[in-house]
């Protein structure tokens, strides 16, 4: 074989790497090899799970004694702000609400903080290995799943323990919790998409979901900003512009009180979650083929 042969063989083989233009895969190719290729994202997920606490003494307790202890600890900060003058029972109820809407909004975080490092932390896979990249976000929703499942043994104890009620609305919680899932893995899309080209959003991250727990009905029940609203003149629909609301009030509200929500809520919840699983899937999947470059 002569020399213009080599080199014109060794040049078809080799492939240069340059940022693509932004656009979508083909759809159907795309979401056929993304569910063929669901056992890699389980095996990552379960590797990340078995990683986490695994030098600590209590190792994977700490999933449901993180949330507990943190649930506590604002209990007690209610408690100090609101004061003392509440009855045992409305105390119960309060800590139930707390702890409740607390595990659902640290399965939230989990997928939105855990989620938006998912590509810049897998950027060997990206240069090693062809597969769909959407696999990675989905991966850490899966993992923050399977650590939110412990605690709704520990929310069940929680009733129990205190004597609360169980009620047959509970049955259709599941329902906000499919919603929160789907808005946890819209957020995880779009901020692992956005972290690739800017770094500094992990570091911003932290404190926007801190932000977030505040403004949403974890500290306080989900009727209580209702009524300064009607003081003010304000319509109704304005708490909605949090997406989280509608999801966390609708849960607290059908597992603690066993009060199915109002239409507008389910609408809102609905909503907010189909539009951000919908644009993040479409905003990750139309820069994906660029991540390669900018890892």
């Avoid at 597969?131 to 990675?136: A, E, G, I, K």
Wanted: with cysteine.
């Amino acid at each position: 074989m002569n020399a213009t042969r080599l080199d014109e063989e060794f040049t078809s083989s080799v492939h240069v790497y340059e940022p693509h233009r932004n656009g979508l895969p083909r759809l159907r190719p795309y979401f056929k090899a993304l569910w063929q290729r669901r056992p890699f994202a389980v095996e990552m997920s379960r590797a990340s799970i078995r990683a986490d606490n695994v030098n600590t003494f209590l190792g994977q307790i700490w999933v449901v004694l993180n949330p507990l202890l943190l649930a506590c600890v604002y209990f007690l900060l209610v408690m100090i702000i609101r004061g003392r003058g509440a009855t045992f029972d409305e105390n119960v109820e309060r800590f139930a609400h707390l702890s409740t809407a607390l595990f659902l909004f640290f399965f939230f975080s989990g997928c939105a903080r855990q989620g938006a490092s998912s590509v810049v932390g897998g950027g060997k896979l990206l240069l090693n290995m062809s597969f769909p990249r959407l696999l990675l976000p989905l991966a850490e929703v899966r993992t923050a799943f399977f650590k939110f499942l412990p605690t709704i043994v520990i929310t069940l104890a929680i009733l129990i323990g205190f004597g609360r009620p169980l009620h047959w609305q509970s049955v259709i919680a599941p329902a906000f919790f499919l919603m929160v899932m789907m808005f946890g893995a819209g957020m995880a899309m779009i901020f692992a998409t956005m972290q690739v080209y800017f770094r500094d959003l992990g570091n911003f991250l932290q404190y926007m979901v801190r932000m977030w727990l505040y403004l949403s009905p974890i500290l306080w029940t989900p009727d209580m900003p209702l009524s300064q609203l009607r003081d003010l003149g304000l319509p109704e629909w304005v708490v909605h512009i949090n997406p989280l609301y509608s999801m966390l009030g609708g849960w607290t509200d059908l597992i603690i009180r066993g009060q199915v929500p109002e239409a507008a809520w389910w609408i809102a919840g609905a909503s907010w979650s189909v539009v951000a699983f919908v644009v993040g899937s479409l905003f990750f999947m139309s820069r994906e083929r660029e991540f390669a470059v900018r890892l």
